[in-house]
DNA sequence: GTGGATGAG
DNA sequence: CGCTCATCCAC
C-alpha cells in the first residue's frame, strides 16, 4: 500500500482549510484558526486543533538491551539470535546486509566479526533465565524478560519527562505520546500574553490568536511538510546515531526540501500558524527526552511527531484482515485507490460507523493515548515444539518450565504490588495444524506462587485438553500457558475459599488436633450447619486432610506448627479448620478444602493453599482482636470484607453489533 | 466465564 | 518467517 494522501491538497493561503480530501469533504476541524478558547480550554480531546502526537520507538531494541548489558561498543555488529533465527539486528551489522530473518550463518558469513548473543533461556528446574551459548530448542524456552524491564525503564522516564503527557505503551518498544498538554503549558510559558483574551478582541474568547511568531526548526530533527508525503524523506537524513526525530504534518511554505535542514527561522511566509508552533514545540520536547534516554540508558530511539498526518506507509488498522478485506472489496491495491469512495459511499455501504476507516485512509487517527495499567492484564508463557510431543509426560515437562516462566514474571510483577492476583489460568494447545483449543480454570489466590501450584493447575489443564495419553494419540506443537484477569486482591481475603466453593464435590470438613476445639474458644463459635461428610472416594484427590496422615514423619510439633499458631495476644494457639468451603464464616476459622477430583492438584498445591490459609487465619484473628475493641458495645458480628475486582467495570453497556453485520461490514464499528 | 480470533512487533 | 505477546469478542 502507497499513494498515502494522494488526493490531498494544501492551501498556503488559507488560515482554515489547509487540506481538503477531493473536493467536497473537508476536515475543518483538523486545522481552524486557533482562537483563545482553543488555547486555553483542554477539552477537545482527538478534536484538539492543538493535538500532538508522537510515536517513539527504539532502534533495534532486543540488539540494544543486549549491547548495553554486555557493555559493547554500540558501533560494533550485534544481532541477537534466537535458536537460528535472528531476531534483532543493530544498525552496525545492518550494514553488512543482514536483516532480521537471516539464518544465523547467512549473517556470519557475511559479517565474520559479527557479536551474536543468543537471547536468554531457561529449561525445566531453572530458577531463572541465563545467557548460553547454544541453548537446545528441545530443552530450552527463550525468555524476554530483560527485553521487558529495560522497556519499562524507558516508558519511565517518558512518564517523568513529561508529568502532564499521556504516555501509551504500544509495545515492548514503542510508545505512543500526546503532547497536548505539555505543548499547551509551553506555549502559555514562553507566550505568556496569551494567557489573557485582550479587551479589545473582537470575539472575546473566541477571537483568533495574534499572529505565531516564526518558528526555528533548527535541532528538531527532520521535518516533513505536508507536502511532501507523497514523496517523504528517507531515513539517510537522520542523526549521526542512526536515530531519528520526525515531525509530520506541519502546514509548512515550501522552502523546506524533505529530508533536508534548512538550518533555521522560518522566515519564509505569514503561513506559519500556531498549529504549528506547536508541532514544532512536541518535536523539541521529544528531542529532547530521546538525548535524555540515550544519555541514561544508553538506547537510542526515533520518533515522529506528528499533527494528524504520517508520512509513507505508517496507517494502522489496515495491515490485516481489514485492510485485505478493503482491497478485496474495492479490488484495489493501494490506500490511494481507495480515496475515490466518497464518505456517502462508504456510509451508505458499511454504515455511520465506517467513517472511522474513511479518515484512517486520510491519514486521520483520532485514537486517543491513554496510559495503560503498568500491569498488563495477562501474562502468557509458550513454547513451540520442532518435535511435536506424543506423551503426556512431555506435556507435563513443558508446562513445568512455562509456569517457571509464570511465576517468575508474576512474583516480579508482584513487587511492585503483593495484592496482584490472575483470576484465570489458561493453558493452550495446538494439535499438528489444527488451530488452538484450551482450557481454562479459576486460579486461586495463593501469596506464594510456586511453580509446582502453577504447574498442579497446568497439569489438570492439560488432562482435560489431551486427556491422560494412552488410548488416543496425540501430536502436540505448541503449549502456550498464561494468566489472565491479573488484577487485585482487596485487603487480602476470603480467597481460598471463593475458589474452592466453586467445586461443591470436594467439601470436606475436618478439624485437625486435639486442641482444634480450643481455637473456638476464643472467638465464637461457627454457628452454621455443618455437613459431616468426608469424601467418599479419597483416594481420587490429595486433599489437605491426607496430608498430615500421610507424611509418616510427620511429628505432632511438624504438623502444629503447618497447621497452627499460637496468638501473642490471647495466648491460644488458632487451629487451621479444614471445613465447608463455601458460606459465611466467623473471623477465626479459616476454611480450607482440597481442590478438584481426580488427582488433580499435588500435595504441593495443597501446601501452598494450606500455607495461604494460615497467614489469612493470622490476618484474621489479629482482626478479630482489633473488632473486639471497636466493637465493644455493639453486638455485631464484624463485618465481612468482601472480594471486589479491582478492574470490575462490569461492561454493562456492552453494544451489541448489529447482527446484520456480515463479511466486510463488520470490520467497521467504531474502535 | 470459556474458547477462539485478531493484530502487532 | 518463526516466535512471542496482548486484547477483543461471540457464544
Same mark, same amino acid.
Given at each position: 500500500m502507497d499513494a498515502l494522501g494522494s488526493g490531498s491538497v494544501t492551501n498556503p493561503?488559507?488560515?482554515?482549510?489547509?487540506? +481538503?480530501? +477531493?473536493?467536497?469533504?473537508?476536515?475543518?476541524?483538523?486545522?481552524?484558526?486557533?482562537t483563545y478558547r482553543h488555547l486555553l480550554?483542554?477539552?477537545?480531546?482527538?478534536?484538539?486543533?492543538l493535538r500532538v502526537i508522537a510515536l517513539c520507538d527504539s532502534d533495534a531494541f532486543y540488539a540494544a538491551c543486549e549491547q548495553v548489558r554486555l557493555g559493547i561498543d554500540p558501533a560494533l555488529p550485534l544481532v541477537v539470535q534466537q535458536w537460528d533465527s535472528l531476531i534483532a539486528v543493530n544498525y552496525p551489522a545492518r550494514k553488512f546486509g543482514i536483516s532480521r530473518m537471516d539464518k544465523i550463518r547467512d549473517a556470519k558469513k557475511r559479517c565474520p566479526n559479527l557479536v551474536v548473543v543468543h537471547v536468554a533461556t531457561y529449561k525445566e528446574g531453572d530458577a531463572e533465565p541465563g545467557y548460553w551459548e547454544n541453548p537446545d530448542t528441545l530443552t530450552h524456552k527463550v525468555s524476554l524478560d530483560h527485553y521487558r524491564r529495560e522497556s519499562m525503564k524507558i516508558i519511565q522516564m517518558f512518564k517523568e519527562g513529561l508529568p502532564t503527557g499521556e504516555i501509551e505503551k504500544a509495545s515492548i518498544d514503542e510508545a505512543f505520546i500526546d503532547f497536548t498538554r505539555p505543548v499547551r503549558e509551553e506555549i502559555l510559558k514562553r507566550y505568556?500574553?496569551?494567557?489573557t483574551v485582550p479587551?479589545?478582541?473582537?470575539?472575546?474568547?473566541?477571537s483568533p490568536l495574534p499572529p505565531p511568531p516564526p518558528i526555528?526548526?533548527?535541532? +528538531?530533527?527532520t521535518i516533513v511538510p505536508i507536502h511532501s508525503l507523497t514523496n517523504p524523506p528517507k531515513?539517510?537524513?537522520?542523526p549521526a546515531d542512526g536515530a531519528e526525530n520526525e515531525a509530520s504534518?506541519? &502546514?509548512?511554505?515550501?522552502s523546506l526540501t524533505p529530508g533536508?535542514?534548512?538550518?533555521?527561522?522560518?522566515?519564509?511566509?505569514?503561513?506559519?500558524t500556531w498549529h504549528d508552533v506547536a508541532l514544532s514545540i512536541a518535536a523539541e520536547l521529544m528531542l529532547r527526552i530521546r538525548e535524555d534516554i540515550r544519555d541514561k540508558l544508553g538506547y537510542t530511539t526515533s520518533a515522529l511527531t506528528a499533527s494528524y498526518k504520517k508520512p509513507?506507509?505508517?496507517? &494502522?488498522?489496515?495491515?490485516?484482515k481489514l485492510g485485505k478485506a478493503l482491497a478485496e472489496e474495492y479490488d484495489v491495491s493501494t490506500v490511494g485507490d481507495l480515496l475515490t469512495i466518497s464518505l456517502d459511499e462508504m456510509q451508505r455501504k458499511f @454504515?455511520?460507523?465506517?467513517i472511522w476507516v474513511y479518515e484512517i485512509l486520510r491519514g486521520i487517527d483520532r485514537s486517543e493515548v491513554k496510559e495503560k495499567p503498568v500491569v498488563t492484564k495477562s501474562m502468557l508463557a509458550s513454547k513451540n515444539l520442532p518435535q511435536p510431543i506424543t506423551k503426556a509426560t512431555q506435556g507435563y515437562h513443558w508446562i513445568r518450565v512455562l509456569a517457571a516462566e509464570l511465576a517468575l514474571r508474576l512474583n516480579e510483577a508482584r513487587e511492585g504490588n503483593?495484592?496482584?492476583?490472575?483470576?484465570t489460568i489458561v493453558l493452550h494447545i495446538r494439535q499438528g495444524y489444527e488451530t488452538f483449543r484450551s482450557k481454562q480454570s479459576a486460579f486461586p489466590f495463593t501469596r506464594n506462587v510456586t511453580v509446582d501450584v502453577i504447574a498442579g493447575f497446568g497439569e489438570k489443564l492439560w488432562r482435560e485438553l489431551v486427556?491422560?495419553?494412552?488410548?488416543t494419540p496425540f501430536k502436540i506443537t505448541n503449549v502456550q500457558l498464561s494468566f489472565s484477569g491479573i488484577g487485585t486482591m482487596e485487603s487480602g481475603q476470603r480467597t481460598i475459599e471463593g475458589f474452592l466453593a466453586s467445586?461443591?464435590?470436594?467439601?470436606v470438613q475436618l478439624d485437625l488436633g486435639p486442641e482444634a476445639a480450643s481455637?473456638?474458644?476464643?472467638?465464637s463459635t461457627s454457628k452454621r450447619k455443618r455437613s459431616?461428610?468426608?469424601?467418599?472416594?479419597?483416594?481420587e484427590s490429595a486433599t489437605l486432610q491426607e496430608l498430615p496422615l500421610q507424611?509418616?514423619?510427620?511429628t505432632k510439633t511438624e504438623r502444629d506448627a503447618r497447621f497452627s499458631f499460637i496468638c501473642d495476644k490471647c495466648r491460644q494457639r488458632i487451629w487451621l479448620k479444614l471445613g465447608d468451603a463455601g458460606g459465611a464464616r466467623d473471623a477465626n476459622a479459616s476454611t480450607v478444602a482440597g481442590a478438584d477430583? @481426580?488427582?488433580?492438584?499435588s500435595v504441593v498445591l495443597d501446601d501452598a493453599i494450606r500455607e495461604d490459609a494460615l497467614a489469612t487465619l493470622r490476618l484474621e484473628h489479629a482482626d478479630f482482636h482489633y473488632a473486639q475493641k471497636l466493637a465493644?458495645?455493639?453486638?455485631?458480628?464484624?463485618p465481612r470484607r468482601v472480594i471486589r475486582p479491582?478492574?470490575?467495570?462490569?461492561?454493562?453497556? +456492552?453494544k451489541k453489533r448489529?447482527?446484520?453485520?456480515e463479511g466486510i461490514a463488520r470490520f467497521f464499528s467504531k474502535k
Amino acid at each position: 500500500m502507497d499513494a498515502l494522501g494522494s488526493g490531498s491538497v494544501t492551501n498556503p493561503q488559507s488560515n482554515t482549510t489547509h487540506w +481538503k480530501a +477531493k473536493a467536497s469533504e473537508d476536515f475543518n476541524d483538523l486545522t481552524p484558526t486557533i482562537t483563545y478558547r482553543h488555547l486555553l480550554f483542554n477539552n477537545l480531546g482527538s478534536r484538539d486543533p492543538l493535538r500532538v502526537i508522537a510515536l517513539c520507538d527504539s532502534d533495534a531494541f532486543y540488539a540494544a538491551c543486549e549491547q548495553v548489558r554486555l557493555g559493547i561498543d554500540p558501533a560494533l555488529p550485534l544481532v541477537v539470535q534466537q535458536w537460528d533465527s535472528l531476531i534483532a539486528v543493530n544498525y552496525p551489522a545492518r550494514k553488512f546486509g543482514i536483516s532480521r530473518m537471516d539464518k544465523i550463518r547467512d549473517a556470519k558469513k557475511r559479517c565474520p566479526n559479527l557479536v551474536v548473543v543468543h537471547v536468554a533461556t531457561y529449561k525445566e528446574g531453572d530458577a531463572e533465565p541465563g545467557y548460553w551459548e547454544n541453548p537446545d530448542t528441545l530443552t530450552h524456552k527463550v525468555s524476554l524478560d530483560h527485553y521487558r524491564r529495560e522497556s519499562m525503564k524507558i516508558i519511565q522516564m517518558f512518564k517523568e519527562g513529561l508529568p502532564t503527557g499521556e504516555i501509551e505503551k504500544a509495545s515492548i518498544d514503542e510508545a505512543f505520546i500526546d503532547f497536548t498538554r505539555p505543548v499547551r503549558e509551553e506555549i502559555l510559558k514562553r507566550y505568556p500574553y496569551l494567557g489573557t483574551v485582550p479587551p479589545d478582541a473582537p470575539n472575546g474568547i473566541d477571537s483568533p490568536l495574534p499572529p505565531p511568531p516564526p518558528i526555528s526548526w533548527d535541532g +528538531k530533527g527532520t521535518i516533513v511538510p505536508i507536502h511532501s508525503l507523497t514523496n517523504p524523506p528517507k531515513a539517510q537524513d537522520s542523526p549521526a546515531d542512526g536515530a531519528e526525530n520526525e515531525a509530520s504534518g506541519a &502546514r509548512r511554505g515550501s522552502s523546506l526540501t524533505p529530508g533536508q535542514d534548512d538550518g533555521g527561522v522560518d522566515d519564509s511566509d505569514d503561513s506559519t500558524t500556531w498549529h504549528d508552533v506547536a508541532l514544532s514545540i512536541a518535536a523539541e520536547l521529544m528531542l529532547r527526552i530521546r538525548e535524555d534516554i540515550r544519555d541514561k540508558l544508553g538506547y537510542t530511539t526515533s520518533a515522529l511527531t506528528a499533527s494528524y498526518k504520517k508520512p509513507m506507509n505508517q496507517i &494502522r488498522f489496515l495491515g490485516g484482515k481489514l485492510g485485505k478485506a478493503l482491497a478485496e472489496e474495492y479490488d484495489v491495491s493501494t490506500v490511494g485507490d481507495l480515496l475515490t469512495i466518497s464518505l456517502d459511499e462508504m456510509q451508505r455501504k458499511f @454504515g455511520e460507523d465506517s467513517i472511522w476507516v474513511y479518515e484512517i485512509l486520510r491519514g486521520i487517527d483520532r485514537s486517543e493515548v491513554k496510559e495503560k495499567p503498568v500491569v498488563t492484564k495477562s501474562m502468557l508463557a509458550s513454547k513451540n515444539l520442532p518435535q511435536p510431543i506424543t506423551k503426556a509426560t512431555q506435556g507435563y515437562h513443558w508446562i513445568r518450565v512455562l509456569a517457571a516462566e509464570l511465576a517468575l514474571r508474576l512474583n516480579e510483577a508482584r513487587e511492585g504490588n503483593l495484592a496482584l492476583w490472575p483470576k484465570t489460568i489458561v493453558l493452550h494447545i495446538r494439535q499438528g495444524y489444527e488451530t488452538f483449543r484450551s482450557k481454562q480454570s479459576a486460579f486461586p489466590f495463593t501469596r506464594n506462587v510456586t511453580v509446582d501450584v502453577i504447574a498442579g493447575f497446568g497439569e489438570k489443564l492439560w488432562r482435560e485438553l489431551v486427556g491422560t495419553g494412552g488410548s488416543t494419540p496425540f501430536k502436540i506443537t505448541n503449549v502456550q500457558l498464561s494468566f489472565s484477569g491479573i488484577g487485585t486482591m482487596e485487603s487480602g481475603q476470603r480467597t481460598i475459599e471463593g475458589f474452592l466453593a466453586s467445586r461443591p464435590s470436594t467439601k470436606v470438613q475436618l478439624d485437625l488436633g486435639p486442641e482444634a476445639a480450643s481455637a473456638s474458644k476464643c472467638p465464637s463459635t461457627s454457628k452454621r450447619k455443618r455437613s459431616s461428610s468426608h469424601v467418599e472416594n479419597s483416594h481420587e484427590s490429595a486433599t489437605l486432610q491426607e496430608l498430615p496422615l500421610q507424611n509418616s514423619d510427620d511429628t505432632k510439633t511438624e504438623r502444629d506448627a503447618r497447621f497452627s499458631f499460637i496468638c501473642d495476644k490471647c495466648r491460644q494457639r488458632i487451629w487451621l479448620k479444614l471445613g465447608d468451603a463455601g458460606g459465611a464464616r466467623d473471623a477465626n476459622a479459616s476454611t480450607v478444602a482440597g481442590a478438584d477430583g @481426580g488427582q488433580e492438584l499435588s500435595v504441593v498445591l495443597d501446601d501452598a493453599i494450606r500455607e495461604d490459609a494460615l497467614a489469612t487465619l493470622r490476618l484474621e484473628h489479629a482482626d478479630f482482636h482489633y473488632a473486639q475493641k471497636l466493637a465493644a458495645s455493639v453486638d455485631e458480628s464484624i463485618p465481612r470484607r468482601v472480594i471486589r475486582p479491582v478492574n470490575g467495570v462490569a461492561s454493562t453497556a +456492552k453494544k451489541k453489533r448489529k447482527t446484520t453485520d456480515e463479511g466486510i461490514a463488520r470490520f467497521f464499528s467504531k474502535k
